[in-house]
């Protein structure tokens, strides 16, 4: 397998955990959203991923983008541990919690969102900063609510056994604590996010800890 990856990349993130979980080995290619003007717009990228987004997993000459698809792959084809619940219910209850946070609050907050900002002329970091903790607090605010108010949340956000929610959960927070926005109203997510970093899995696929950090 090969990842076509970027450090500070959400995304990408959350596709080096769910590889980590599983002890899947892989290769990595990194392709660098900021220098040269985004190299996931050269035409060599595109030819692998014609959204220009990462990541990208390469499996046996198949490509496949979008990170919610690459980790149901893999948990199909490597089903332990398993990174969704067995019953249909508990399922669909972490797809809930994974999809407010990659569908909702993850994209309109993406580089590609905060260029085309700057583009239509708010440049202003203050606007930029707003506008990111605005989307970040929204989003929190309910899927706190949701755990909080759940007796199906354990240590994680569904039970005592990671799944494909806290795979999306940490780098969201991640991103929260880089972008400075205040999370001490959201006690839940801060409390399986720092449960979650104790894992190893968790912690080698830190942005910090990848080549491209810098």
Known sequence: MKL?????SSAAYRVRIALNLKGIAYDRASINLIKDGGQQHSAAYKAINPQELIPTLEVDGHAIGQSLAIIEYLDET????ALLPSYPLERARVR???YAIACDIHPINNISAR??????GHSDD???TKWYGYWIKRGFTAIETLLSGSTETGRFCHGDVVTLADICLVPQMANAYRFKVPVDAFPTLVRIDKA???YPAFAAAAPEKQVDAG
Do not use: H, N, T, V
Request: glycine residues 4%; hydrophobic residues 40%.
């Open 126 to 128: 203050e606007i930029l």
């Open 4 to 8: 076509y990856d970027y450090g500070f």
């Open 78 to 81: 490597y089903p332990l541990p």
């Open 196 to 198: 979650c970093r104790e």
């Open 96 to 98: 809930q919690i994974a």
């Open 115 to 120: 260029q085309l900002l700057k583009e239509m």
